[in-house]
């Protein structure tokens, strides 16, 4: 498991997304659709969710997923958490 010591910036961010979705990173600005503009798979999307827990240390519950549909929404979903994690000290 590897969890992440420091919050990642976007272009980091878009590594991530990049390696665990098999998309370019240039094609993952803020407002890309995984589903319309990416055309990530329902299956891709379940393995970013678990790749969010085990890479990034970030739990991603059933109902916020569903909240997230850009690349945007996931990064400041993202930032929510983890800053929220480093507050708590958790």
Do not use: C
């Amino acid at each position: 498991m590897m969890i992440m010591e420091s919050v990642l910036s976007f272009a980091e961010f878009r590594g991530f997304l990049s390696d665990t979705l098999g998309v370019a990173a240039a094609s993952l600005d803020r407002d890309a659709h995984f589903v319309g503009d990416l055309a990530v798979d329902s299956l891709k999307l379940v393995e970013l969710i678990l790749q969010f827990q085990l890479q990034l240390g970030v739990e991603v519950p059933t109902d916020a997923a569903w909240e997230i549909q850009t690349v945007g929404d996931a990064y400041d979903f993202y930032l929510d958490e983890a800053n929220n994690q480093r507050i708590s000290g958790g």
